[in-house]
Structure formats: C-alpha cells, structure tokens
C-alpha cells in the first residue's frame, strides 16, 4: 500500500466555510496534488452547483481530518422533528432563547475524510447522485476541492445505514470508491438486510440497503464495540438512533476527536435537552440514554466531537449545561 505522509505546514481550517486554497500535501502517485486535478480525476460527475462545496480542513495529531459538507437545507416545524414528546411551545422557546427560529431549522450533513498517513478514511457517504437534485450529494465534489481522488480513499466506514449515510456508496451503478475497503456495524447490517422489514415502516431502508450496502458485503468487515478500525481510530457502540448506531474514537499524537454520527441531531434540541424525544431515533429511550452516555464522556474528557448534523464544520465541544450540554464550537483550537 502506498505511504500518505503529511506535511505540518499544511494549511489549517480557520474560519470553518469556504473552500480552503491549499490542497493536502501529500506522496505518492495515488494521492490528487492539486484541486485542479482531484476535479480532474472526477470528471463526468454532476458538479453544476454555482458555488464550491464548504470543506474545513484541520490538524489532529500527526492526523488530517478533512469534514465536507454534502449539503443543507431549511427543515420546516421543528417541533414535528425534535421534541416530539413536548409541547410545540416549549421547542420554540428553546429555539428563541438561543437566538433562532421557531419556525424552521436547518438540517446540514457532514461526511468526514482523516488522512492517518496510510490511510484515506471516509466516514460515511453523504446521499450522493440520488440527493443532487436537492442541492445534496456534494461529497465527491468536496473530495476534489481538497485534492483528493475516488480511487484515495482506501477504508469507507459506515456509522449506521441511514439513507443520508449510504447514498453515496454507489455512482451509477458502480462502487464510488473503487479501491476502498468497508467496515461497518454487524447489528446495524443484520437489521436493515433481513426480509422481516417489509411491509414496515422500515422498508424503505431496508430497500436502500439492500442498493447501496449489500452489494459491498464482500469487502465488507463487521464489526461491534471496540473494534479497531484503522490505527488510531476504535468503535463505540450507541445504539438508538437506529438499532446498529456507532460512534468513534480518533487519536493521534496526544489528540483525540470523537466522531458523534446521529448521537445528537440539532446543536441545541439534541444537546440542551438530550431526553426529548427525536422523530428520527428509532429506539428513542435508547438513543437518549446513548446521548447521555457519548456526551457525558465528552464533557468529562473535554475532548472535541464531529457531529454529523451539526452546524458547519460540524466540530465543537460540549459542556454540561444545567440539565444537559451546550454545544461550543470549535475555534483556533487545532491551529497550534
């Protein structure tokens, strides 16, 4: 396998929107060298959106994380999504106490790409060619405007099998990551393939795997909790959200990022209020008990999170905040 070193002069995410200008610095053939010729190594993708994807770039360790934003997009009545179990009233007046709508949120989608030096690993894929007509599925895009090629990434890590996750494992009927090998919860795969979800709310899903997954089940490893991904990076099981959800542990040379998936779906109804009910958490008393328990060590260890619904870069710490956390986004931290 080709050795990805990393240069420390690379240039560091500082305000978290834009495009940055300089690619990663990378070795060997493998690695794209420029922007240009990431878009270059993926021409004949739909890339006819009239501004660049939003990527932020940032130093972990001797590690390089890279979070693209797939898309976005104005979700209306958030009471319908986030508290469910409450009283419309008391959503939008949470919303209102920290300075946003009452009337609509918006919902954001980060995949993440880390550089560990021998691998490219992509955690999850965005919704892909299916979302593009709605502005998302701009992963492979965000890929390119960073440098780096499809045939890059070498591990493709699923942290549950939502459609919002999985989409974009395929591009036109092919594997979009050609030269990538896929770990991914057994629970989480065993659930959505077995045949005893049609005709059931879940069928959907079941179908989209069946698409999207299982037709990489042969370069596939399963794993549960505590398993060790790639150097550096380790599972941790928190279900709830769906019946396999998995979060991770990053470290490098000191540091640690933990990447959080769907544990928390908004910055302030997930966090300030981890036991409100979420539409989406399909064990919602499991997914609130996850949340206290990823967020409580994330408080306790006063380490960085990746969230992948929160607000753009999607980075930031979490405190406790009288019955539940606030969300403090991530600043100049991982510049020095």
Known sequence: MTRFTIDRRTMLGT????????????????????????????????????????????????????????????????????????????????????????????????????????????????????????????????????????????????????????????????????????????????????????????????????ANVKPLAEKMTFIGDGADVASGITSMAAFGHSPGHMVFNVESAGKRLVLTADTANHYVLSLQKPDWQVRFDMDKAKAAESRRKVFDMIAADKVAFLGYHMPFPAVGYAEKFEDGYRFVPKSYQFEI
């Open 15 to 210: 305000a978290g929107l834009g495009v940055l200008a300089a690619p990663a610095i990378l070795s060997g053939q493998a690695f794209a060298q420029t922007a240009q010729a990431g878009a270059e190594a993926n021409k004949g993708l739909p890339m006819d959106h009239a501004m660049p994807p939003e990527v932020n770039r940032f130093k972990l360790g001797d590690f390089e994380v890279l979070a693209i934003r797939d898309g976005f997009g104005a979700v209306p009545k958030p009471n319908e999504t986030f508290g469910t179990d409450q009283a419309p009233d008391a959503v939008a007046a949470l919303l209102e106490k920290n300075f946003l709508p009452a009337d609509q949120f918006v919902n954001s989608y980060a995949p993440v790409a880390i550089n560990t030096g021998s691998d490219l690993v992509l955690f999850d894929t965005g919704f892909g060619e299916g979302g593009r007509a709605k502005g998302n599925g701009r992963l492979i895009e965000g890929l390119a405007a960073a440098g780096y090629k499809r045939e890059d990434v070498t591990i493709v890590v699923l942290t549950h099998m939502h459609g919002d996750h999985i989409g974009g494992l395929m591009e036109k009927g092919a594997p979009a990551f050609p030269n990538a090998r896929y770990v991914a919860g057994q629970v989480e795969y065993d659930f959505w393939t077995d045949t005893a979800r049609v005709g059931t709310p879940a069928e959907n899903g079941h179908k989209g795997v069946l």
